[in-house]
């Protein structure tokens, strides 16, 4: 096993609002090792961005981490102070976005924006002033590799650029182009390819592995396509309502799923192959101010039973690193159908 | 979110301004083209440049001395009327000085208002704004209720109180009208900086480690920048003429110095015997404010993208 890169411990981010608090992490613990790639995977709301976001101790005002720890290389990012944070933001820990047109800051050319974070962090050594040395050159060197590498065509034409005046693909490359600018250990990809038609998609992917192997850059991607998950990952952890409710290899969790809402999930989406029929998940995302006693997924669970209320439901194994939160996996008593349903083995 | 953090003024800072003057000048030579499209701004903006050209080479282009009278010489008519000469141009007002003399001297007080008091106004607006609409909060609602006061003043009491307040003078007149002139380019600065700091290049400028002035100085002020200089020129006009009525009242620049506020109304008693002495300052405010209005208008359609025409 490698080298642990960044643990996130009972971690927990809350907003207060004027109905009450929301608590939009709530308790999440992930683990990514050098060079892993790990999918967060969830609908719209349970708190995939907002984990995200508070990794960079970014989450916005008057939201706060209230709770929990993150370990990033050795050291808790929760201890630092906003210059060191600064050095690790960009540096040790990129990011990129969904919406790479908005992402872009429209006023400047692209390859500027891309030097700006080799500036930033002063990452190639020479003269501070803006005149009169050749750093600005040996930077500008640096951002035309960078764009070569990330596939964006002709770089030397494309560094004066405005955003506008790329395509959707060439956007998300030229942001995965600031992202590597400064050889981060952890690349953050908040649903890079959402965005973008599927072949586009295929190609940043497949550019985002390619990264991944060569560079050895951990990402954690998140997506709400089980699919994008599927092919990318190594790990999937799914969330639900700010919590993480099922985790494990990828053939474990796409494999054999065997929580409730994982097998929901993939149920609802539309196969190709095979006209099969899509099953929504019934009922909605909970409020997250009035969270059940228990298991947030109960409402809207075929399998729930009153056991599922009362007690928080805990996070258990259910052999080789594959993790559930769901009562059924720790040890009630199955009816048959549920039996049936599964395709289990009692 | 963090505070206000030191060091402002940094690499970025620096870097910053290379970039833009880079920019700046490629921008130039683009608007020039622009402007060479749109004929009217094109001459209201070469009427502005003579004005200004007047005002700097007043002491070379004119042979009179703009202070000193000459009695015998009292309420010459311009030239092209009976009993003008080409001595007074313009012809001479009350104490026989030359018209056109002093007009062209006095272009230098409504330029120099004009230039100052937006010039004060713009920075003061646009930092004020860009820290209340960035960071928001108690220092935001403060900053906006005192615009929302000063709002509520009409323009031209307020500067005629601030001056009876200070007294009448060249420095207390920037001041009186710099007090309230700040007031539009902090909302213009403010609702332009709410609407772009929730914008997502903002937080991907944050998740690279930007600290805040600089994201506020580099990332978004260019973005916002554009329509205050619209504004600013449209103010510009509005500044003179708010002058011109401030000297007309008597709160102005003091005589001698020929203002042509004061200039119109030194002539007003005059204006059924000597028409010319009220009229050609009047003029001057006139065409100087048009012009600068019409190229205030001419920039906005240059410059906003929806309505450039390939």
């Known amino acids: 096993m490698s080298e642990l890169l960044l643990q996130l411990r009972e971690l927990k981010t809350t907003f207060p609002t004027r109905r009450g608090l929301v608590t939009a992490v709530n308790g999440v613990n992930l683990t990514v090792r050098r060079g892993e790639i790990v999918g967060v995977v969830g609908e719209s709301g349970c708190g995939k961005s907002v984990t995200m976001m508070s990794i960079l101790r970014l989450v916005v005002r008057p939201g706060r981490i209230a709770g929990g720890d993150i370990i990033f290389g050795g050291r808790s990012l929760l201890g630092l102070s906003p210059s060191a944070l600064r050095t690790v933001r960009g540096r040790e820990i990129a990011m990129i976005f969904q919406d790479p047109q908005s992402t872009l800051n429209p006023a400047f050319r692209v390859g500027e924006q891309i030097r700006e974070s080799l500036r930033l962090h002063g990452l190639v050594k020479g003269s501070r002033l803006p005149f009169g040395s050749n750093r600005a050159a040996a930077e500008k060197q640096r951002v035309l590799r960078v764009m070569e590498e990330v596939g964006i065509p002709s770089p030397v034409d494309r560094y004066a650029a405005y955003p506008h005046q790329f395509s959707g693909g060439m956007q ?105 029929a899509i099953v929504p998940i019934q009922g909605e995302v909970p409020d997250l101010v009035n969270l059940p006693q228990g298991c947030a997924f109960e409402p809207r669970c075929e399998f729930a039973r009153p056991a599922c209320l009362g007690e928080p439901i805990r996070m258990t194994t259910i052999g080789d690193g594959h993790y559930v939160r769901c009562i059924r996996t720790s040890g009630y008593e199955r009816r048959p159908t549920d039996i049936a349903r599964l395709g289990l083995n009692a | ?169 060249f420095t207390n007149l920037i001041l009186a009208l710099t007090f309230k002139g700040w007031v539009e380019f902090f909302r213009l600065v403010r609702g332009a900086m709410l609407a772009e700091k929730n914008k997502e290049y903002v937080e991907a400028a944050r998740v690279c480690g930007r600290r805040d002035p600089a994201i506020i100085v580099a990332e978004i002020l260019p973005n916002v920048i554009q329509p205050v200089f619209v504004l600013g020129t449209l103010r510009m006009g509005f500044f003179i003429v708010t002058e011109a009525s401030l000297s007309f009242l008597g709160l102005g620049v003091q005589p001698p110095t020929p203002a042509w506020g004061s200039m119109v109304a030194a002539g007003r008693d005059y204006l059924l015997t000597a028409w010319w002495v009220s009229t050609f300052p009047g003029l001057a405010i006139l065409f100087l404010v048009l012009a600068i209005n019409i190229f205030g208008e001419g920039l906005r359609d240059i410059l906003d993208p929806r309505m450039k025409i390939e």
């Open chain 1, 172 to 276: 998300q490359r030229a942001l995965i182009a600031i992202a590597l600018a400064c050889e981060p250990k952890l690349l953050l990809a908040d649903e890079p390819t959402t965005a973008l038609d599927v072949t586009i998609q295929a190609q940043i992917l497949d550019l985002m592995r390619r990264i991944n192997r060569d560079h050895g850059t951990a990402v954690i991607m998140v997506t709400h396509d089980l699919g994008v998950a599927a092919e990318f990952c190594n790990t999937i952890a799914v969330m639900y309502a700010g919590q993480i409710v099922e985790r494990g290899t990828t053939d474990q969790v796409i494999g054999a799923p065997r929580h409730p809402y994982t097998q929901g999930l993939l149920a609802c989406r539309p196969g190709i192959s095979e006209r099969k």
């Open chain 2, 1 to 169: 979110m963090h505070n206000i953090q030191s060091g402002a003024i940094t690499t970025g800072t620096w870097h910053f301004l290379a970039i833009r003057l880079r920019v700046w000048r490629q921008g130039l030579v683009g608007f020039l083209r622009d402007l060479w499209h749109h004929p009217l701004p094109l001459i209201a903006g070469l009427v502005i440049v003579i004005y200004i050209l007047a005002a700097i080479f007043a002491p070379q282009i004119t042979v009179q001395d703009p202070g000193r009278g000459n009695l015998r010489a009292r309420f010459t008519p311009p030239a092209w009327v009976a009993g003008g000469t080409m001595d007074f141009p313009l012809g001479a007002d009350e104490q026989g000085r030359d018209l056109l003399t002093r007009i062209i001297y006095g272009a230098r007080i409504s330029l120099a208002v004009g230039l100052l008091t937006v010039g004060i106004s713009v920075l003061l607006g646009t930092t004020l704004g860009a820290i209340a609409g960035y960071f928001g909060g108690r220092v935001d609602h403060l900053l906006s209720r005192f615009a929302d006061l000063l709002l509520a003043f009409p323009f031209l009491i307020f500067a005629i109180g601030v001056m009876a307040f200070l007294g009448p003078g």
